[in-house]
């Protein structure tokens, strides 16, 4: 007997963050982030939606993940019931949005794998109870900014720094953040597509100084490209942006075109084809780790929890709660020795604080199946 899914709450959130992120594409002040609560008649399940206000890392944004949640995805669970594959297969003949399909998707997931009480570690086939945990840190005005946010995220334990690069932005901080911490800090970069193969003379100078990799230099769909770059670069190449399903890490592996992949599960579709990459990754000898969206604890939980699988080999952008926000909306993600342990409740394991949530909601809509 399927259980039947009565209705899915669309919630915005207005999540201001301890200070301003800022990348190639743009800077953020405050997430406005929606939330997904998936309703049956014996319980609830609940995820975020990655998409960001505006569409400058990828095509999706907020309003419109809503839209097209409230008139086809949603409309599309009826016949599924609660059956996160089923819901996957019924939101196939809906191209793309896959941010979107996703937030839907972990909401109906945590809803079963509470009905069942397992948790998404176990269900997902966590390897390990706890997850290294590095940092992603913004383009800054000056470099002196740069090594100040860098010695805080050092002292609190993250073990390894991310720098976001742009042009004019790229060795003058690798260097100074390699002199000042050391050969043994763990550091890589991420441009988000910022840099054409015409810059891969400048890209070649970050090879002095031992970078676990450079991510995403190149255009969301340069996988051509990223391939010639990846034969003149002795820095190891990760994908991002380009990596929307398990389909194109095949592709990106089998061209050369990355030899290390950074698994968001928004950016593919949601949990369950983020663990087909990481599947197919694992199967070539590729290692993985997990990125991040700025999410929320309710984002989170679940991304330590995929982040436990064997394998993701190399640390994350799973930072703790107080990287990105004054309040959470869940219990605070806390780092203890640069680690977070992987949440052993049912589903995700962690749920929205209702005090915090209700103060932090801009607003509510019920789309009742
Ligand atoms: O490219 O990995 C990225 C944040 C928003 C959009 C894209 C990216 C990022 C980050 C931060 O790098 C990851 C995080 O800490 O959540
Ligand atoms: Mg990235």
């Excluded at 995403?216 to 399903?245: F, K, M, W, Y």
Aim: hydrophobic share 45%; charged share 25%; with cysteine.
């Amino acid at each position: 007997m399927k259980t039947k899914i009565s209705g899915v709450e669309l919630r915005r959130i207005a999540m201001p963050l301890v200070a301003p992120f800022r990348t190639s594409f743009g800077v953020e002040s405050s997430r406005d982030v929606l939330v997904v609560r998936v309703v049956t008649p014996d319980g609830e399940g609940w995820a975020e939606c990655a998409a960001m206000s505006e569409p400058r890392y990828c095509s999706e944004y907020v309003d419109g993940a809503q839209d097209v949640l409230r008139r086809f995805l949603i409309p599309a669970l009826s016949g599924s019931g609660l059956d996160a594959d089923a819901l996957g297969r019924a939101v196939e003949p809906f191209t793309g949005h896959r941010m979107a399909k996703s937030a839907l998707q972990t909401a109906v997931l945590d809803a079963q794998l509470r009905a069942s009480g397992e948790s998404f570690g176990s269900f997902l086939g966590a390897a390990r109870d706890r997850v290294p945990c590095g940092v992603s840190v913004g383009i800054m005005d000056t470099v002196g900014e740069l090594l100040d946010a860098v010695e805080g995220y050092v002292a609190e334990g993250y073990v390894r720094i991310k720098l976001k690069i742009e042009p004019g932005w790229d060795v003058a901080p690798v260097r100074a953040v390699r002199e000042r911490f050391g050969d043994d800090l763990l550091l890589q970069v991420d441009a988000n597509a910022a840099y054409s193969l015409a810059d891969a003379g400048q890209l070649a100078k970050l090879d002095d100084f031992g970078l676990l990799m450079i991510e995403q230099p190149l255009a969301n769909d340069d996988l051509v490209q990223h391939a010639r770059l990846a034969g003149r670069l002795r820095t190891p190449l990760c994908l991002d942006e380009s990596i929307e399903s398990a389909a194109h890490a095949a592709a990106a592996i089998e061209l050369g075109a990355c030899s290390v992949i950074n698994v968001k599960p928004a950016r593919v579709g949601g949990y369950l084809e983020a663990r087909r990459v990481h599947d197919v990754a694992r199967a070539h000898g590729v290692p993985v780790w997990c990125g991040g969206m700025l999410e929320t604890g309710i984002g989170r939980a679940a991304n330590v929890a995929l982040a436990a699988l064997p394998g993701f080999t190399l640390p994350g952008d799973t930072s703790g709660s107080s990287r990105y926000f004054a309040t959470d909306v869940t219990e605070p993600f806390v780092l203890r020795e640069g680690h977070l342990d992987v949440p052993t409740g049912p589903g995700l394991g962690v749920e929205p604080l209702p005090d915090v949530l209700a103060e932090v909601t801009t607003s509510r809509e019920w789309i009742a199946l």
